[in-house]
């Protein structure tokens, strides 16, 4: 299985970016997705997770109602909209997948993990 996370960039605090993550191999309807964020000098930050159904979705607290999860079944993809970004967002964003029923916010339980993609979000 692997994992390609691709949309990260230099943006304006306010302003919006969408992260794609292409998933190949496996069966991506059976997998719990996530993506997660490490700025420097910091821990890994659960951000978002998406289970099998659209609908179950958790957030971690410095993200909640602004960013959004989304997958697409038929192309193999999630998403995670970004908005009101702010300085604090400023990170590695990394998506991960995990073969299971359960939607999980610890990274250790993912199986997979895609190589990263850097946002930067300036003042």
């Known amino acids: 299985v692997q994992l390609q996370a691709s949309g990260g960039g230099l943006v304006q605090a306010g302003d919006s970016l969408r992260l794609t993550c292409v998933v190949s191999?496996?069966?991506?309807?059976?997998?719990?997705m996530g993506w997660f964020r490490q700025a420097p000098g910091k821990e890994r930050e659960f951000v978002a997770g998406i289970g099998w159904s659209a609908g179950n979705t958790e957030y971690g607290d410095s993200v909640k109602g602004r960013f959004a999860i989304a997958r697409d079944n038929d192309k193999n993809t999630v998403y995670l909209q970004m908005n009101s970004l702010n300085p604090e967002d400023t990170a590695i964003y990394y998506c991960?997948?995990?073969?299971?029923?359960?939607?999980?916010?610890?990274?250790?339980?993912?199986?997979?993990w895609g190589q990263g993609t850097l946002v930067t979000v300036s003042s």
């Open positions: 991960a997948a995990v073969r299971s029923r359960l939607l999980t916010r610890v990274g250790l339980r993912y199986d997979y």
């Open positions: 191999g496996g069966t991506f309807s059976t997998y719990v």
